[in-house]
Structure formats: structure tokens, C-alpha cells
């Protein structure tokens, strides 16, 4: 006899889970066939690991026994040294007793969330946001309010009229200041003040994850919220390797006050104990033999190649219905298309003709954004990406009769 | 000006997490300099690693481009077919659907917590119970209630009286029932089958946690609460590669019912989107290539020598005042000291003679068996485990005066 997961004593949060991460398209994408062309995975390009580097270094870092065992929960002293070096001398620079090694930038989230946010707990959360995220907020009961963006990000300014609204101040806010995903926009100087102060009037945490950072291809570099908080115990940092060396290392750190740091290594104790050891050393010899300023000299110009064949590939098959953005720096643009377009719907048809993406309204909790999509430029090259815009106007075309 | 943790706005959770884990020792140790012998961690020795095997899979491995991305949320392919192929014609034998890949056993606990724990549920925990365990059910905001062990493990038949008094019936049993953390006994089949009668009379689900079932090296198997339960959806179970291969690479699986896969997707894409490749990838060569079954062989009776080693060492230096377990398999002695002395104010004098270990009150919530302590045999050899129980003696010989 079968019984159905609801007659399970599943927690409240759990059935929350259902449907508010994009687990169908990406768990599908992951097993695609090779013809699909997947603007989807906000994924670095395969060809973009340096594969021979880290091959090398692995060959070096593994035939040690003690790679293998259990790393110290706050992360493995050679990768802490890294990393810190790794920041000295920049607008990111840390110590020691604020740093805490992660598994990716998504467990710092979950480490935030669940240090932070308990159930019914108010939290800001940009309106379109990284679906991970804001998922992670209602996995612990959190109430997600979804705050709008404009070209310069999430617009501070409308917060406390949107907080008023809500009846209660929010515990914490969720922003992705550079190249946000999946918006691409990137939150201005004034803003990132403005939002300093009002986290400090509410006395509410800022969780500012920033993934893309170092991937800026044009403009000015904005200082963080990190080096304009100057240590503020309310701002939480998480960054990670993924979109700068390889997603599949799961590999991040969070920086945050040190007064969370016995709670940050208690938490992740209950998490994973510990992030994988093996990858820990070879990001920590990948660092120490200064391959990452190559590597990311290497990188930048040929995302911002891609982002501009993107465009190209956008205005020749898509000019006459679609608008997207214009980031400096990260992997997405987010594509607006017409109003009778539904791009859920398309989804299904979009994956026949060979093209797949995220429906834009998987950015939204509250399913906003009907019409739109996020495209990631970094992970297919210029060649590919036009036959998959192509693809998907057929797509469009077919929907829209 | 420094705010104290507690002035940021944590969630109440958050609080509980102090000092509920081992956190303190473990992180400690893992810094020690050589010369402390440790019966601390639960971790394999570093010389059962595999480490010349592993070295050679990763050459092969890590050459692939592809090894270093987004591996499926639920698992690389390559692993869930190698896993499902090494259970295979024995007791743990499942399907592709019940599968779900996790970064070692610790995120399978987790798992298990976000999808079934609400806040105020109440959780049936052994006492002793492993730290993480009951440590995860309460970052959740569930209460454990700790429930009495004898040398058949869990009295199940004790349960309806503690639940009675509890005045609510639980959502989930946790157990480790195979050589257990940290006490070492194993749940007699009589109590197993008690056990999976009295949580479908309850509608609660079993968290069966089996680390170490691999590792058994005397006696005769006890069919598993998997098995015996036929696929009933309430059972959970936990497993993992971090006691039979290497915990450093924090892989692991779960084994649950279908109607969950969706669910397990989505939560886990909140904890970490997905569990390292490189790993994963690793450990399904490991398995492919047949060498678990040899590695096996090689562990089961070197960790039966190194219990006895740690048996005749107590006797001969701990006859007079201490008791002590003999597990069947897997990696821990628990040893009871006298009345008089507590072994959580002991530690730092053992840590200053050159011994660590876990103090048994660290595996009860409630601070119980303060004369107790834990003892992993597995990662020392028989020489330097006689030269620690010397050092023991000592520091309890000092502290009593």
C-alpha cells in the first residue's frame, strides 16, 4: 500500500518546499542531451575550468592520507590562509576569526538563514531573486516580501513604506549587490548606503551574497557592502568558487562578525560537518600558486564576449518583441517579452525545438515576471547561443500561434 | 563599538545550537600538534584510507572537463548507478527512485530534519545519542526526548510511558542502530521490529542512521530496520561512504520512500544545490572497479584488533575503576569512570597529559552520564592507544586527588 508523501508527518515548511526551486528544470537540464542548447544552469562554461591546472595540483594535493579525513568544521587551515591572502590588499580584506569556510556559496545562505530567520520572520528579499535563496528563507519558516528593483537594483527608498505595509520589521534582507541574478542589475553606491543605514535602524541582517563580484567586464567596480559596513556585525558575507573556478568543488566562505563564529561552526556541525576536504586543498593550491588572476583575466573578456553575442543573437531573432539588460559583469540577462507571452507555459515547447532557460517567475515567490526569463551567457559559446536564440523565437512563434 | 552575538537579531533556534555540539573539541583537535593521542573524532584511521587507489580513480577522473560543474541535485548519475549496483543482492538492496545522494551522512540528518521537524515536534532520541543528531533536531526548534538504552540498544518497550508523559506522540525516532554512536550497542531484531510497530502506531517517522553496519567485525548480522520495514515510507535511512572509504569527501546517500524524491530535491537544493562532483565521481570508480569489497576485508579485522588493543589497555590501566562496552563493529568504546569524577571537567587536564576524547555528557542534551566518556578505537594504532588510556589514567588519577 502506497502511501502519498502529505500522509507522511511532514513539517509545515516542507510542503512550502514544493515547487519553489527550480529543481524540475534544473535536475532535467542536468541529464539533457547534448543537442539542447541550456541557457539555464547559471553555470561557468566547462571549457572555462582550468581542468589542466587543477589536474596537476590534484595529483600533488591528493596523494597526501591526510586529505581524506574529516577537515576542521570552520574550514582547513591551508584554505583559510588562501583565502585571506587571497583578499589582502582589497576592498574584501578579512581576519581570521570572521572567516568560516563553506560548501558552496548556498550553504552560507543556509548557515544565515538558519542563524537568523525563525518561522514566521519577515525577510527581505529582491523582487526578481535568486530562487535558492528565497527558498531557503521559507525552509525555515521565514516570510519572504518581495522588495522591486530597478536598473540600479533593489530600490532601498520603497523599503520602508513596504515594511509598514507588512506590520513588522524584517529580521534580515537578502541582496545580491553585483550583477544580481537573475536581474543582471547591479545596486548603486547610494543605495548601498541607504540600505546600510536602514539594516541598522531595524536592526535587521544584511545577507549579501556576491557570487559575481570578481566577474565585472566593463564599468566601475562599486565598493561592497562589506568594506562600506566597515565590520557592522549586521552585514553577513557569502561568496564562493563556484562562478569563479568550478561550481562542481562547492567550495565558498562567509565572512562575518566574529562573535557568530562558535555559532557559524556549531550550525554547519549540523549541516556537514565539514566541507570536502579534497576540493578545500586544491582551491588552497590553485590560490597559493596564483593561477586565480590568469584565470580571471582569462575569464572576463570572453564573458563579455559571450554577453555581447547574447545581445547580438537577442536584437537579430528577438528585436522586435523581447528587451533584456545590460549587465557589467556576472553571467545572466534577464529577457522581457510580451505580455500574452507565458514563459512557463513555453517552457515545454522551448525545450522541443532544443533551447532551454528559466522561466522568469521562478524568481519569484509570489510568481511575478510572467512574461520574462533569465538567460546565462557564460555557459554556451557565441556559435551555440545563436542557434538557441533562434530557437527559441521559433518557440515563441509557435506559442503566440 | 562590538555587539555581542546576542544583540543581532538570531533566531531562537540559534541560541540552543550553543554548546550543544562538540564543537569545541573537535575543531581543538583538529589543530592538535602530533603528539596528542586523540580518541576523539569518529573518523577512520588516515592509514585505511585508500589513498593509492583513490589517487590513481582521480587521475582518470579529474581529466574530465565535466567533473568540475553542477552535478544533479539528487546525485551524478555514474554514482547512483555504482551505489544501487553495490547493494545489490543484500539487505539494503533499493531502486532509483528511493535514492538520493547527500554530502555525507550528516546532510542525510539534516534532510531528514527540514523535511519532518516543525518547531515544538518532539523527537525521540537514544541517550546516549550522537551530538549532530539530536544537535539538528534542534536547530529545527524540535525537542528532543531522551530515551533509555541497555546493552540491547533503545528499550523500545520503554517508549509508550516516556511518550505518554511527554503528553504528545513524536514525529520521529532517531536511531543508530548498528554499533551506535557514541555507546556501541547494536538493537537486538526484537526490539527492531518493536520499534517499526510502534512508529506506524504512531504515524512517526524513523530516522535510521547507518554509518557503520559495513563495519561489523564479530557476531552476527541483525537484518536492518530498511529491510525489515519492506519499504515502509515511515523509515528513512541515513547511510554514508565517510566510516567505510573516507569522511573527507562527504558522501553519502539516503534511502526513502518515492513520494519524497521531489521533496529531497528541493531541500537539499537549499542546503548546498548539490553534493561535490569530483567526490561523487570518485567514490562510483572506487565502487566500479570492485575495490570496496577488498578495502572491507582489510578494515573489518584491523579495527577488531585495534578494539581489543583498546580493551586490553583499559584492563591493564583502568581495571580498577572503570567499565567499558564491546561492540560488534564500528569505532567506539564507551567507558564509565566512577561516580566522582566529571569528564567534561577532566578534558582539559587529559588534553594537557597528551589524551583526548569526547565527554559522554556531550551525547545527551540533557548533560547526562558525566562520568562517562567516549573512546574511538579506529584511528589509532594498538602502540599509541596504549600510551593515551596510560595518559587517561593519569589525568584521572591527578583529578581525583
Known amino acids: 500500500m502506497r502511501q502519498s508523501a502529505t500522509q507522511l508527518p511532514l513539517a509545515s515548511r516542507a510542503t512550502g518546499l514544493v515547487g519553489s526551486v ?39 594535493v591528493l596523494a597526501r592520507h591526510d586529505a581524506y579525513l574529516y577537515a576542521a568544521t570552520e574550514g582547513d587551515p591551508a584554505l583559510r590562509s588562501a583565502v585571506l591572502a587571497m583578499l589582502d590588499g582589497t576592498g574584501e580584506a578579512t581576519t581570521e576569526e570572521r572567516l568560516t569556510i563553506t560548501s558552496g556559496g548556498m550553504q552560507g545562505i543556509d548557515l544565515a538563514c538558519k542563524l537568523f530567520v525563525d518561522p514566521g520572520d519577515l525577510v527581505v528579499v529582491e523582487s526578481p531573486t535568486y530562487t535558492n535563496g528565497s527558498a531557503t528563507v521559507m ?4 516570510e519572504v516580501l518581495e522588495a522591486p528593483m530597478d536598473d540600479d537594483g533593489l530600490v532601498v527608498e520603497l523599503l520602508p513604506d513596504l515594511v509598514a505595509r507588512a506590520g513588522r520589521t524584517p529580521t534580515a534582507i537578502y541582496t545580491i549587490p553585483n550583477f544580481q541574478n537573475p536581474s543582471g542589475t547591479t545596486l548603486s ?10 539594516a541598522r535602524e531595524w536592526g535587521a541582517m544584511i545577507i549579501d551574497d556576491d557570487p559575481y563580484g570578481l566577474l565585472r567586464f566593463a564599468g566601475d567596480e562599486v565598493a561592497g557592502l562589506r568594506e562600506l559596513s566597515d565590520g557592522d556585525p549586521l552585514v553577513f558575507s557569502v561568496r564562493t568558487f563556484s562562478k569563479l573556478l568550478a561550481p562542481g568543488l562547492r567550495v565558498g566562505w562567509v565572512d562575518a562578525a566574529p562573535e557568530l563564529g562558535q555559532l557559524l561552526i556549531n550550525a554547519k556541525q549540523a549541516m556537514d560537518t565539514c566541507t570536502n576536504l579534497p576540493a578545500q586543498r586544491l582551491v588552497a593550491a590553485f590560490l597559493d600558486g596564483g593561477h586565480l588572476a590568469d584565470h580571471l583575466a582569462r575569464l572576463r573578456p570572453e564573458y563579455r564576449a559571450r554577453k555581447e553575442a547574447m545581445q547580438d543573437a537577442l536584437a ?4 522586435d518583441v523581447a528587451t533584456w539588460t545590460d549587465p557589467d559583469g556576472g553571467f545572466f540577462l534577464w529577457v522581457t517579452l510580451p ?7 513555453l517552457f515545454p515547447a522551448a525545450l522541443a525545438e532544443g533551447v532551454a532557460y528559466i522561466p522568469g517567475s521562478s524568481f519569484s515567490p509570489g510568481g511575478r515576471f510572467p512574461n520574462t526569463l533569465r538567460l546565462c551567457f557564460a555557459s554556451t ?10 530557437r527559441l523565437r521559433r518557440a515563441i512563434d509557435a506559442a503566440r500561434g
Open 139 to 142: 525552509s525555515y519558516g521565514g
Open 22 to 60: 527550480i529543481d524540475s528544470s534544473t535536475s532535467l537540464l542536468a541529464r539533457q542531451e547534448h543537442d539542447v542548447v541550456s541557457f539555464a544552469m547559471g553555470s561557468p562554461a566547462a571549457e572555462a575550468v582550468p581542468t589542466d591546472v587543477l589536474g596537476e595540483i590534484n595529483a600533488a
Open 339 to 345: 505580455d500574452d507571452v507565458d514563459t512557463q507555459q
Open 189 to 198: 553606491l547610494r543605495r548601498r548606503e541607504a540600505l546600510l543605514e536602514i
Open 316 to 319: 537579430e531573432h528577438l528585436g
Open 381 to 390: 559559446t557565441p556559435a551555440r547561443t545563436d542557434v538557441g536564440i533562434r
